[in-house]
T-cell receptor, first 114, second 112 residues
Framework: DAGVIQSPRHEVTEMGQEVTLRCKPI?????LFWYRQTMMRGLELLIY????????DSGMPEDRFSAKMPNASFSTLKIQPSEPRDSAVYFC????????????FGPGTRLTVL | GDSVTQMEGPVTLSEEAFLTINCTYT??????LFWYVQYPGEGLQLLLK?????DKGSNKGFEATYRKETTSFHLEKGSVQVSDSAVYFC???????????FGAGTRLAVHP
């Protein structure tokens, strides 16, 4: 299996621009998670989907952030407009969907907002 | 709320030294506990886990025992290698869905 796939791996953009991060979970996995990793705040869960439905978005920082999962094999995290404080590494993870299943992480997208 | 506290790094060791990375947690109920490892430029990988008190998780020479009485899950390895250099994250999963709460991470650097 190819594992969780994220694109792009690196993104540099200017403040105010729209940024879209993409994730393809492992085939057959029903749960998908978006995390953000920063030096200051560590690893934070942003949003969790189960069977393509957002279950917990309490970690989404503000209205500038939105996430979608139109089908079982694709999810996006969008930031509009982006700000320098959004600079971080964004990870996508997937699991089989049970409450105790192992989460498998993608390689991450390093976002830099100038 | 639930939280995880782990020792600050970096931890710098010589090859073949003994490793301990401390992790304590605060949680209601009986969480499952995990250690994840992140190698440079990569995502997190599950290293080991324990789902109930007194369970010992082990993998690749690493071990951790779920100690309910001290709310701890310290990571140990008897003889580290240069290839173990990475960032190690302690995490817990509480009740409800598969939500992980991570510690801040501890960077380990092993020198030959």
């Amino acid at each position: 299996d190819a594992g969780v796939i994220q694109s792009p791996r690196h993104e540099v953009t200017e403040m105010g621009q729209e940024v879209t991060l993409r994730c393809k979970p492992i085939s057959g996995h029903n749960s998908l998670f978006w995390y953000r990793q920063t030096m200051m705040r560590g690893l934070e869960l942003l949003i969790y989907f189960n069977n393509n439905v957002p279950i917990d978005d309490s970690g989404m920082p503000e209205d500038r952030f939105s996430a979608k999962m139109p089908n079982a094999s694709f999810s996006t995290l969008k930031i509009q407009p982006s700000e320098p404080r959004d600079s971080a590494v964004y990870f996508c993870a997937s699991s089989l969907g049970g409450p105790t299943d192992t989460q498998y992480f993608g390689p991450g997208t390093r976002l830099t907002v100038l | 709320g639930d939280s995880v506290t782990q020792m600050e790094g970096p931890v710098t060791l010589s090859e073949e030294a003994f490793l301990t990375i401390n992790c304590t947690y605060t949680a209601t109920g009986y969480p499952s506990l995990f250690w994840y490892v992140q190698y440079p430029g990569e995502g997190l990988q599950l290293l080991l886990k324990a789902t109930k008190a007194d369970d010992k998780g082990s993998n690749k020479g690493f071990e951790a025992t779920y100690r309910k009485e001290t709310t701890s899950f310290h990571l140990e390895k008897g003889s580290v290698q240069v290839s173990d250099s990475a960032v190690y994250f302690c995490a817990l999963r509480g009740g409800g869905y598969n939500k992980l709460i991570f510690g801040a991470g501890t960077r380990l650097a092993v020198h030959p």
